[in-house]
């Protein structure tokens, strides 16, 4: 089994930044793809990042492209989002995420794992 633990999530204002970090343990060998996807009340969960955990290729959804930031660093099993230039709307609860696959998606049915999720709220 794998365990995803999130951290750094909080308030902010429009404009700052914040950076959430993915604590991943256990059976963490077989995890290929690390990702973050968000929810906001009454909204689907959406893709936001991946990081291909060998090859560190990264993905973005269109949204936060040029203001995020997905990285990993492998002797500390974390996966790292940093946020830039936040939005308003970047409000949501994050999840950190992680699939036993090489290949990165954007459904959130693909993938294996999930963390309870952070609270990041921007504000106006």
């Known amino acids: 089994q794998v365990q995803l633990v999130e951290s750094g999530g909080g308030l902010v204002q429009t404009g700052g930044s914040l950076r959430l970090s993915c604590a991943a343990s256990?059976?963490?060998?077989?995890?290929?793809?690390m990702g973050w996807f968000r929810q906001a009340p009454g909204k689907e969960r959406e893709f936001v990042a991946a990081?291909?955990?060998?090859?560190?290729?990264?993905y973005y959804a269109d949204s936060v492209k040029g203001r995020f930031a997905i990285s990993r660093d492998n002797a500390k099993e974390t996966v790292y989002l940093q946020m830039n230039s936040l939005k308003p709307e970047d409000t949501a609860n994050y999840y950190c995420?992680?699939?036993?696959?090489?290949?990165?998606?954007?459904?959130?049915?693909?993938?294996?794992?999930w963390g309870q999720g952070t609270q990041v709220t921007v504000s106006s």
């Open positions: 995420t992680a699939r036993k696959s090489p290949l990165a998606t954007q459904a959130r049915y693909d993938y294996d794992y």
């Open positions: 990081i291909n955990w060998s090859l560190s290729s990264t």
């Open positions: 256990g059976r963490t060998f077989s995890l290929y793809v």
